[in-house]
Nanobody
Framework: QVQLQESGPGLVKPSQTLSLTCTVS??????????WSWIRQPPGKGLEWIGY???????YYSPSLKSRTAISRDTSKNQFTLQLSSVTPEDTAVYYC???????????WGKGTLVTVSS
């Protein structure tokens, strides 16, 4: 059973960088053929896909967030990390990490963590 757990600060100041880590257990983030994604849901709104890091280490980001997003990984810890720079209050959301099999949908999700952007 694959499990994902998000961790990181719950409060970030405007213009700073939001940084979250997803720790994966029950499966390796380098196993073919999975993508490891970040998704968010602002209060009262729908889900927004942010980007992923693939089993190979390659990354792909949402065009609307690409200029501010970086996803990296630490294979020794079986973790992957989201960094979102120059945040504004509009980046306030519940942030989720999830696994996606290539060519299929998300099959495992973390519980999500609320990040509030406020001074």
């Amino acid at each position: 059973q694959v499990q994902l757990q998000e961790s990181g600060p719950g409060l970030v100041k405007p213009s700073q960088t939001l940084s979250l880590t997803c720790t994966v257990s029950g499966g390796s983030i380098t196993t073919n053929y999975y993508y490891w994604s970040w998704i968010r849901q602002p209060p009262g709104k729908g889900l927004e896909w942010i980007g992923y890091i693939a089993y190979s280490g390659s990354t792909y980001y949402s065009p609307s967030l690409k200029s501010r997003t970086a996803i990296s990984r630490d294979t020794s810890k079986n973790q992957f990390t989201l960094q979102l720079s120059s945040v504004t209050p509009e980046d306030t959301a519940v942030y989720y990490c999830a696994r996606q099999e290539v060519g299929d949908g998300m099959d495992y999700w973390g519980k999500g963590t609320l990040v509030t952007v406020s001074s």
